[in-house]
C-alpha cells in the first residue's frame, strides 16, 4: 500500500464516489469552462487510478537505459543538501526533523509534501558532493520506490509526477548510474510506469506553473525514454497550450510575481536544453517565449542583482537569475515598461524605482496573489532603500499578513486592503480600473496612476504620481484621494533593513542613507510623519526588523493630497546603525 498523504478526502475515494466528487465540484466554478472541464475529468478518473487494477494498466516494457541522457545544470543549496544527510528536510519554506513516517509526516504542510514528492532537492544532495550524499540519495529514492508502487493522491499528482520525472532523469547520473544494476532497473521501471502515469492524466485541469511542470516532466520522459517519443510530442503541445494562456504580449506571466517569470522561464530553457540534447528540434514558438519573457524578468531587477519583492517573491539567489538571464540569451537590457503585465520601471543614474501599476490577477490565474496595487521600491546602485516586506509561504499562519496592503510600499485606507483577501486565499475584492500614463522628458520620468480599490467600501479613488529626475537624485510622489471625508489613511515606505535611518530635529524630515554612498532627505507635506517599525522578509528563512517611514491624516472631502519627495544630500546622512 503506498502512504496516505495528509488528507481524509484521499481514503478510499472509490467507495464513496458521490461525495467525493461532489465535495470537488465546488470547486470548479471559479475556472473557466475548458479547465473546469478537465479537471472534472481528472476527479472521475481518480477512483480507477486508486483500484489494484490500475497499476496492472500502467505495465509495460521496461528499458534497461535510457535514450538520451539529461544533465540538471543547476547547481543546488549545500547547506540545505548538509541537512537532508543529517535527516532534517528543509522545504517550501518548512522544516522537518527527522520524521517518523517521512512520506506522509503527521501535520506537514501540503507544498512540503509535494516538495519532498519533487525530488528537486536531489540538486541538494549532489551540491554537497561525496559518496554519503550519492548514498543518501539512493536510499531515499529506493525507500519511495517501496512505498509508492501503487497511485498515492499527493505523490502521483501529475504536478508532482512531472517535477519527479524531471528530477530523477536530470540527477540520474548522481545517484543511478553507478548504483547496483537491480536499483537501476527498479529506476527505470518507475520512469516508465510514472511516465504512462502521467501520460493518461493531463491535461488534468492544471493551471499556472503545475501545468508547466506536468508537461516538462512529460518531455522528459519522452526525450529520455526509449520509443517515448510521442510522450515528447503531447508534451510540447499541452506546454504550448499552458503558454498561449499564461504568457501575456509583453511577455511576462498572468501571476504578475517576478518569482513565477523567473521560474516559468527557467523551465522552459531547460525544455529546450532537453530537446537539443535528444537531437529534436526546438519549437519556434517555444523559442519565440523564451525572447519575449528574459527582458521582463531583467525588468524586475535591482541593482543587486535579485529580484523586486511583487506577488510573493523573494529576492532570489542573484547567481540564479543572472545563470537563466544568460541562457536565455537575446536583448541585455530590461524593459521600462509592461502595459499587460502592469509594470513599470524608472532609471535615472543610480536610482531605480520599480513599481506595480496594474491589476492584481484573478483567482482563476493566481491564488496567492497580493493586495500590493500601486506599491513601489526603490534602489540606489546595488543597495536597496524603499521595499515591500516580502512574504511568507503559501498556508503558513502569517502569510496573508505580508499579503497585505500594509505590507506594502503604498496607501491604506481605513487599515483595509484594496484587494480583499478572502478566506480560501483568492482576491475576491480587486479594483476594477489600475491606470497608468507615462512620460519621459530630457531624462526625467513620470508616472501617472490611478486604481479604484476602495471605490466599493468607502467612495474613494487613490491616485499616485511619481516623478524620478534626470540623474536619479530627486524622487518625488503625490498621493490623493478622491471621495468623500472622514476617513484615515496611511501611506507606508518600508526601509530595507540596511537602510540607516533617523528622524531630524524639526520631527517632520527623515535622514536616511545605504551603503557608502551619500545621504538622502525625506519630506512630507499633508500628513504627520513618524518612523515604525517593520519586519523584512525578502530573503528565505530569514526574519529581519527594519523599519518604515508613515504618513497618516484622514480625508477631508473631495481632493485630500500628500506631496513627498527623497532628494540626495551631498554628504551621508548622520543616522544610526541599521536595524536587524
Same mark, same amino acid.
Given at each position: 500500500? &503506498?502512504?496516505? /498523504? ?18 470537488? !465540484? &465546488?470547486?470548479? +466554478? ?6 473546469? !472541464? ?12 486508486? &483500484? ?21 545544470? @543547476?547547481?543546488? $543549496? ?28 503527521? /501535520? ?15 540538486? =541538494? ?5 561525496? =559518496? ?18 501503487? @497511485?498515492?493522491?499527493?505523490? @502521483? ?153 511583487? $506577488?510573493? +517573491? ?15 540569451? /537575446?536583448?541585455?537590457?530590461?524593459? $521600462? ?58 498556508? *503558513? ?7 497585505? +496592503? ?7 485606507? $481605513? ?29 526625467? *520620468? ?40 472622514? *476617513? ?29 554612498? /551619500? ?41 485630500? +493630497?500628500?506631496? @513627498?519627495?527623497? *532628494? ?13
Amino acid at each position: 500500500m &503506498s502512504a496516505s /498523504g495528509t488528507s481524509e478526502d484521499y481514503a478510499a475515494p472509490w467507495l464513496d464516489m458521490p461525495s467525493f466528487a461532489l465535495r470537488r !465540484l &465546488s470547486g470548479l +466554478t471559479h475556472l473557466p469552462a475548458e479547465h473546469a !472541464l478537465s479537471r472534472l475529468a481528472y476527479t472521475l478518473k481518480r477512483p480507477v487510478f486508486a &483500484s489494484p487494477i490500475y497499476r496492472l494498466l500502467l505495465s509495460g516494457r521496461s528499458p534497461t537505459a535510457l535514450a538520451a541522457a539529461l544533465s540538471d545544470p @543547476w547547481p543546488g $543549496n549545500a547547506d540545505t543538501g548538509t541537512q537532508l544527510l543529517d535527516g532534517t528536510f528543509a522545504l517550501a519554506g518548512h522544516t522537518v526533523k527527522a520524521p517518523s513516517r517521512l512520506w506522509s509526516p503527521s /501535520g506537514a504542510a501540503r507544498d512540503w509534501l509535494t516538495a519532498l514528492h519533487g525530488f528537486e532537492w536531489l540538486a =541538494d544532495l549532489r551540491s554537497v558532493g561525496g =559518496d554519503a550524499a550519492r548514498r543518501r540519495a539512493r536510499d531515499l529514492v529506493g525507500d519511495w520506490l517501496a512505498e509508492y508502487q501503487r @497511485w498515492d493522491p499527493i505523490a @502521483w499528482a501529475p504536478e508532482v509526477t512531472g517535477r519527479r520525472l524531471v528530477s530523477w532523469l536530470g540527477q540520474y547520473e548522481f545517484f543511478a548510474a553507478s548504483a547496483e544494476i537491480d536499483f537501476r532497473h527498479q529506476v527505470l521501471d518507475s520512469l516508465a510506469r510514472q511516465a504512462r502515469h502521467l501520460d493518461h492524466a493531463l491535461p488534468a485541469g492544471l493551471a499556472g506553473t503545475e501545468a508547466i511542470a506536468a508537461s516538462k516532466g512529460l518531455v522528459y520522459a519522452g526525450v529520455s525514454l526509449p520509443g517515448a517519443a510521442a510522450l515528447a510530442d503531447k508534451g510540447l503541445v499541452l506546454l504550448q497550450r499552458a503558454l498561449n494562456r499564461q504568457i501575456l504580449a509583453d511577455g511576462g506571466h498572468v501571476e504578475r510575481s517576478p518569482r513565477t517569470q523567473l521560474t516559468v522561464l527557467r523551465d522552459l530553457i531547460d525544455i529546450r536544453a532537453a530537446l537539443h540534447a535528444g537531437g529534436l528540434e526546438t519549437p519556434g514558438d517555444l523559442q519565440t517565449t523564451i525572447e519575449r519573457m528574459a527582458p521582463l524578468l531583467r525588468l524586475f531587477r535591482h541593482g543587486d542583482g535579485g529580484l523586486a519583492l511583487f $506577488n510573493g +517573491t523573494d529576492e532570489a539567489e542573484t547567481w540564479q537569475v543572472e545563470t537563466v538571464l544568460q541562457r536565455a540569451g /537575446g536583448r541585455p537590457r530590461p524593459l $521600462n515598461l509592461a502595459p499587460q503585465s502592469g509594470f513599470q520601471r524608472l532609471q535615472a543614474g543610480r536610482t531605480v524605482v520599480l513599481v506595480d501599476a496594474g491589476c492584481p490577477p484573478t483567482p482563476t490565474r493566481a491564488r496567492d496573489a497580493h493586495a500590493g496595487t500601486l506599491s513601489f521600491e526603490m534602489g540606489i546602485g546595488r543597495h536597496r532603500l524603499i521595499v515591500n516586506c516580502g512574504s511568507y509561504p503559501a498556508g *503558513h499562519r502569517w502569510s496573508r499578513a505580508y499579503r497585505a +496592503t500594509a505590507a506594502h510600499s503604498t496607501l491604506v485606507v $481605513n487599515d483595509t486592503n484594496s484587494s480583499k483577501i478572502s478566506p480560501d486565499g483568492a482576491l475576491s475584492r480587486r479594483p476594477e480600473t489600475v491606470a497608468c500614463r507615462r512620460e519621459e522628458t530630457e531624462g526625467s *520620468h513620470w508616472l501617472d496612476m490611478s486604481q479604484d480599490g476602495y471605490r466599493v467600501p468607502f467612495g474613494l479613488v487613490h491616485q499616485r504620481r511619481l516623478y524620478l529626475a534626470a540623474g536619479g537624485e530627486d524622487l518625488r510622489g503625490e498621493d490623493c484621494l478622491v471621495g468623500p471625508g472622514g *476617513h484615515e489613511f496611511t501611506i507606508r515606505f518600508h526601509l530595507h533593513p540596511d537602510a540607516r535611518v533617523a528622524l531630524a530635529q524639526d520631527g517632520e524630515t527623515i535622514l536616511l542613507s545605504v551603503g557608502r554612498g /551619500g545621504g538622502w532627505r525625506f519630506r512630507a507635506r499633508g500628513a504627520e510623519v513618524a518612523l515604525e517599525p517593520s519586519v523584512y522578509l525578502g530573503r528565505p528563512g530569514e526574519v529581519r526588523r527594519s523599519q518604515q517611514i508613515v504618513l497618516s491624516g484622514r480625508t477631508a472631502g473631495g481632493e485630500t +493630497t500628500v506631496k @513627498w519627495a527623497l *532628494h540626495k544630500q551631498e554628504r551621508p546622512a548622520k543616522a544610526p546603525p541599521a536595524a536587524d
